[in-house]
């Protein structure tokens, strides 16, 4: 009788707040080929010669704002994720967790999973959303390391789930005591990517990017296209929210210089809305289902600090959502309907993102 499990995977954090640490973590994951997509030689160079120069330092900073005495959020509370995963689904499978870069490696938890004779694994990146360097960087480095450490394991992967039901839901149940609240204007933040990146993605060449209003134009593109996939997310939790069409909007932050970034930017709307008299809001971050260094620091943090420096009144981050019911029922779904022998999701990606997923 075959042994099955679930193995969820993250983004990542440094081990500690420490500048070598940080140095650590940034080398692995900005050295991802799917995450600075250029040639190998000018990516060393760009890494070893200018950023890992200068920015450890400033991220280390940005880390001791939000670090806890058990350690990483990011990593903490996906821990959480994973026990409460685990309890509610009793004795029926086991749950692993590791991160795409740092620790709990997905080699290491990998070895340990074939050690305990698993030979069945549901992965499931914990990303709503498709992108190169978050959803398929995740699936194709468990794939890889997979074929490495236990070529006969059997994998079936979670495909993205932006506009499934259940998941906007879940969305919907953890933040509406917030959207139960006096405000103004309800701001999406979603983290951003190159333009570059939506071209590339767009197995057609000829929809994102180029058609008019292409994220609402029905295309097989919508299959790998990031920014057409958080626009149906931000839709759907809108309508089941009853969100008014002039009372919200979606924006993009994280971004880095040298090439256009998906645009409104989040730091830019954040000084901008004030002036509109949009004084009291409300910031969702839907593309992280946990809270990290890009919602704690990046929106709570200096978001907050922005938008009341502009004349904004009330600043409310809406937590993601981390470790609350909703989405450990969700996900204890997706797993129970893969251990029924059914699909763990409706939504489906093109062969772009599944090539390396169906061959070993």
């Given at each position: 009788m075959s042994k099955r499990a679930v193995l969820l995977v993250n983004l990542g954090s440094p081990d500690s707040t420490s500048v070598p640490d940080v140095r650590r973590y940034l080398r692995e994951f900005l050295g991802d080929e799917r995450v600075l997509d250029m040639?190998?030689?000018?990516?060393?160079?760009?890494?070893?010669?200018?950023?890992?120069?200068?920015?450890?330092?400033?991220?280390a900073h940005a880390y001791e704002q939000i670090w806890t005495p058990e350690g990483s959020p990011l990593v903490v509370t996906s821990g959480k994720v994973s026990d409460k995963l685990a309890a509610d689904l009793g004795a029926v499978t086991p749950v692993y967790l590791a991160m795409r870069y740092g620790n709990p490696s997905i080699a290491s938890v990998l070895a340990q999973i074939a050690a305990d004779g698993v030979d069945e694994l549901l992965l499931f990146p914990q990303y709503p959303h498709y992108a190169m360097s978050s959803w398929e960087t995740v699936t194709v480095?468990?794939?890889e390391e997979a074929a490495r450490l236990a070529p006969a394991l059997k994998i079936t992967?979670?495909?993205?789930f932006?506009?499934?039901?259940?998941?906007?839901?879940?969305?919907?149940?953890?933040?509406a005591p917030y959207l139960a609240q006096p405000h103004d204007f309800v701001l999406f933040s979603y983290h951003g990517i190159p333009v570059?990146?939506?071209?590339?993605?767009?197995?057609?060449k000829a929809h994102c990017t180029l058609v008019k209003d292409c994220c609402n134009t029905c295309s097989s593109a919508h299959a790998?296209?990031?920014?057409?996939?958080?626009?149906?997310?931000?839709?759907?939790?809108?309508?089941?929210?009853?969100?008014?069409?002039?009372?919200?909007?979606?924006?993009?932050?994280?971004?880095?210089v040298g090439e256009p970034w998906l645009t409104p930017y989040t730091d830019y709307e954040l000084k901008r809305l004030p002036q509109e008299g949009k004084k009291r809001i409300l910031?969702?971050?839907?593309?992280?289902?946990?809270?990290?260094?890009e919602t704690l620091e990046e929106i709570a943090g200096e978001g907050k600090e922005t938008f009341l420096h502009a004349g904004g009144e009330s600043f409310q981050h809406v937590?993601?959502?981390?470790?609350?019911?909703?989405?450990?029922?969700?996900?204890?779904?997706?797993?129970r309907t893969w251990l029924d022998g059914r699909t763990p999701t409706t939504v489906q990606v093109s062969q772009r993102a599944t090539t390396f997923a169906t061959a070993k």
């Open positions: 040639p190998a030689a000018l990516r060393w160079l760009l890494l070893e010669g200018i950023i890992l120069r200068t920015r450890p330092k400033k991220s480095k468990v794939y992967c979670v495909q993205p932006y506009e499934d039901a259940d998941y906007i839901e879940a969305l919907y149940q953890v933040t570059r990146h939506l071209r590339k993605a767009d197995s057609s790998t296209c990031y920014k057409a996939q958080i626009t149906k997310t931000t839709q759907a939790l809108v309508k089941r929210a009853g969100i008014a069409a002039d009372r919200h909007m979606i924006s993009f932050q994280s971004r880095l910031v969702m971050t839907p593309a992280f289902v946990t809270d990290c260094l937590p993601c959502l981390n470790d609350q019911p909703p989405y450990i029922h969700f996900l204890a779904d997706r797993v």
